[in-house]
């Protein structure tokens, strides 16, 4: 289950856009989504869709600064986490992840590669990257909850 589902190219951010809408209407929490990619390349721009395309009205912040920001729409309690500026996997534990992650939940994390062990395992991984300045996301599913989304969303727009 550790194999490409399909990759599809992003070519502006209403790309990445219309993408995070399309897992939205499909995913089911609880649910743990790695998000991968160098800065810029439209990991918080694919949350903060997300979140939106879910019926949330307010601004969606990046949680750069504070690591984690929380939401509730469309029936998920969504915790948006961003690991960039840890600088030891155990400064998670005072974030108490465990007690905030539930049936409900859909976690979305950035930098995931630096929290280590102190993440529960991924769902699915969305990889954005850039390849002769076309941009695309790669999507890697790791269960069969996350095979699901990656069969329903498909890669096709």
Not at 45 to 68: C, D, E, M, N, Q
Not at 72 to 84: F, K, P
Not at 131 to 140: A, L, Q
Request: glycine letters at 8%.
């Amino acid at each position: 289950m550790t194999g490409i589902a399909w990759l599809r190219d992003v070519h502006d951010e209403q790309a990445v856009a219309d993408l995070a809408s399309e897992f939205a209407s499909q995913v089911s929490a609880p649910l743990v989504i790695y998000l991968q990619g160098d800065l810029g390349a439209g990991k918080t721009t694919f949350a903060r869709a997300y979140i939106h395309a879910l019926g949330f009205s307010g601004y969606v912040k990046s949680p750069s600064y504070g690591l984690l920001e929380t939401y509730r729409a469309g029936g998920q309690d969504i915790l948006h986490l961003d690991l960039y500026r840890i600088e030891d996997p155990e400064e998670l534990e005072y974030l108490a992840l465990r007690d905030l992650y539930g049936a409900n939940t859909v976690l979305m994390v950035e930098w995931p590669d630096r929290g280590k062990n102190h993440l529960p395992k991924p769902d699915l991984v969305l990889e954005f990257g850039e390849k002769d300045e076309t941009r695309f996301v790669i999507c890697r599913p790791f269960s069969e909850q996350g095979e699901q989304v990656a069969e329903n969303t498909s890669g096709n727009t």
